[in-house]
C-alpha cells in the first residue's frame, strides 16, 4: 500500500513474476484460493459405488414403450423402474374400472389416493387427475368417475388405462429429485425441498452423474433450508441416509440408460430418521 510511492517496487515485483497485491484483502483472497486448491488436490479420487439392480426389467420397459411409439412414462409405469433400482415405492395397482378401483382399494386398506393413469398426461395436477385421502368405496366409485371424465374433457386424445389406486403416505417432508440431460455436460441431477423452496426461493444444489455418496451427502448439506431436514424446534431429525441411497440409485439409473433426458421424483416423502423415505410420484422422458 502506497500507492505512487511504492510504484518503481511494485515495477521490479512484476518483472521478476512475484506476486503482489494493491490490497491485503485481495492477498488474503489469493492465500484462500490457494489453500482450497491445496485441499482439493489431497482429496482422493471420488470412488462411485455401483449398486446390484435389475437392469433388464427396466430395459425391457424401455424397449416396449418405444415400440409403441411412445417416449414419456407416466408414474403408472416409473414405479417399475423405481422398484427395480432399489428406490421404495407405495404400494399401487392400476384399476380400468371404476368396481375394479374399489376391489383394489379393500385390499390396499383406505385411505388410499387415486390418480388418472394414461401415457399421455405426465403432469397429472394439471388437469385435476389426482384425488387424495379417499375412504370409503363409495369414494373411490366418485374418485374414479370424476377424474375419467376429467381426462377425457381436458385432452380427449389421450390414451386412458384407468385409475393408480395407491397406498396413502402419511408424515414426513417432500424433497424433489430431478435429472436433464444437458447436451455438453451429461446428466444432471438436482436435489431440493418441495414447495416454494424450489419453485420461488430456487434453493436447488447440482450434481453430475455419476457421483459417490459423500457427493449425494454434500449436495444435502448446499441447500440452505437443510436445517429443516436436520430438525429444528424440537423436531426430529429427516432421514438423510435414505434421500442420499435414492440419489445415488438416480445416479446410477441415468448413467446405465444414455436414453434418459428427462425424470423426476416428485416429491419424494423423507420420514423420520431411521424410517427412510417412499418416492411417491415420478416421471420419465426418453429420447
Not at 118 to 136: A, F, Q, V
Not at 171 to 176: F, R, S
Amino acid at each position: 500500500m502506497g500507492e505512487a510511492k511504492i510504484g518503481i517496487g511494485v515495477r521490479v515485483l512484476n518483472r521478476y513474476q512475484v506476486p503482489n497485491y494493491t490490497f491485503p484483502e485481495r492477498a488474503a483472497n489469493a492465500l484462500r484460493a490457494m489453500a482450497e486448491y491445496y485441499r482439493w488436490r489431497q482429496t482422493p479420487p471420488m470412488q462411485v459405488s455401483v449398486f446390484d439392480v435389475d437392469r433388464d426389467r427396466v430395459r425391457a420397459l424401455f424397449e416396449r414403450v418405444k415400440a409403441e411409439g411412445r417416449l414419456s412414462i407416466g408414474d403408472a409405469e416409473a414405479r417399475q423402474v423405481m422398484e427395480a433400482y432399489g428406490i421404495p415405492v407405495p404400494q399401487s395397482r392400476l384399476a380400468s374400472t371404476a368396481e375394479e378401483a374399489v376391489r383394489l382399494a379393500k385390499e390396499i386398506g383406505f385411505p388410499v389416493v387415486l390418480k388418472v393413469a394414461s401415457p399421455d398426461i405426465l403432469h397429472k395436477t394439471d388437469i385435476g387427475g389426482i384425488e387424495l385421502d379417499i375412504r370409503t368405496p363409495a369414494e373411490v366409485r366418485d374418485a374414479f368417475e370424476q377424474l375419467t371424465y376429467r381426462a377425457r374433457r381436458y385432452m380427449p386424445e389421450a390414451e386412458l388405462w384407468g385409475c393408480q389406486v395407491q397406498k396413502v403416505v402419511h408424515g414426513g417432508k417432500k424433497v424433489v429429485l430431478s435429472m436433464n440431460r444437458d447436451p455438453q455436460f451429461g446428466p444432471l441431477v438436482m436435489f431440493g425441498l418441495d414447495g416454494i423452496y424450489v419453485q420461488v426461493l430456487k434453493d436447488l444444489s447440482f450434481r453430475i452423474a455419476p457421483f459417490s455418496r459423500e457427493e449425494a451427502r454434500t449436495m444435502l448439506s448446499e441447500i440452505r433450508a437443510i436445517s429443516l431436514l436436520r430438525g429444528v424446534r424440537g423436531e426430529p431429525p429427516a432421514d438423510l441416509g435414505a434421500i442420499e441411497d435414492v440419489l445415488v440409485g438416480l445416479s446410477q439409473l441415468v448413467t446405465d440408460f444414455p436414453e434418459i433426458v428427462e425424470m423426476d421424483i416428485n416429491p419424494l416423502i423423507v420420514f423420520e430418521e431411521g424410517r427412510g423415505a417412499m418416492s411417491v410420484d415420478m416421471r420419465l422422458v426418453l429420447s
